[in-house]
């Protein structure tokens, strides 16, 4: 006889505040875990609906695995709290195990990191599933130019070189700290400009620079340099373990 036990996946959802974030954090949650063992659902959320209300499902598959990860854009920044509180009971009752919200600080600076993180996350504390919104210091970019190795991927011409005769050394500079990278995706688009492009996050040139990107890299390495970076990468561990 066949084994007919059904798989009960475990559940993770998390909101990110647009489309940038959820491609970037869908191939990361792929790049760590094998395939077969996660299905991954790709939703939006507008207008502070709920969940079942609104969304557009972009991505299913019918398939019962190990791990359920719904990843919802929540449009921007300031939804991200709000879309988490309106759907924790909806999530609680459909056995989700852990909530995470993905937001920029950009454009509020750096100072008022600590206030912000504390005021979103006081928000959630009162959630009988975990809960835990990780502000990224800049924005998603940040962790895109510390990758600095997939930009010569994408084109041969944007060498460490190159880009430090712009003023930018990606290697040896605080990216969370330094001014001059207080708007990280306008830095991308000044090295792009370099080599007469631009940075677009069109959907299909966001996959692309995704694609190309080291997970090794930030998953052994670039986790140590950026402390949001390595909380989000332990709060992903700690679900899988």
């Known amino acids: ?46 207008g502070g609906e709920k969940i079942e209300r609104v969304s557009v499902v972009q991505n299913e598959t019918a398939e019962r695995k190990e791990f359920y990860i719904q990843i919802i854009d929540s449009g921007n920044d300031n939804s991200v709290v709000s879309d988490i509180f309106d759907n924790k009971e909806q999530l609680k009752n459909a056995n989700f195990k852990k909530i995470l919200g993905i937001r920029d600080l950009y454009p509020k600076e750096l100072e008022e990191y600590e206030k912000l993180s504390l005021g979103c996350n006081k928000l959630l504390r009162t959630s009988e599933i975990y809960s835990k919104v990780h502000i990224i210091i800049r924005e998603i970019e940040t962790w895109f130019l510390k990758e600095y ?25 605080n ?10 995706a306008a830095v991308l688009n000044e090295i792009y400009k ?12 966001i996959e692309r620079l995704v694609n190309e990107l080291d997970y090794e890299k930030i998953y052994t390495e670039l986790r140590e340099k950026l402390p949001i970076l390595n909380e989000l990468l332990n709060d992903i561990d700690e679900f899988f373990s």
């Open 1 to 46: 006889m066949g084994n007919n036990t059904e798989i009960t996946p475990k559940k993770m959802c998390i909101f990110v505040e647009g489309q940038t974030e959820q491609i970037f954090i869908k191939k990361l949650l792929e790049e760590i875990i094998a395939k077969k063992r996660l299905t991954i659902i790709l939703s939006i959320v507008r």
């Open 175 to 184: 990216l969370e700290k330094d001014h001059k990278y207080s708007a990280p």
């Open 194 to 205: 370099s080599i007469s492009k631009n940075y677009s996050k069109k959907k299909y040139r």
């Open 149 to 173: 190795t997939h930009l010569e991927r994408l084109d041969t011409r944007l060498t460490l070189e190159h880009i430090r005769r712009l003023g930018f050394d990606l290697e040896n500079d």
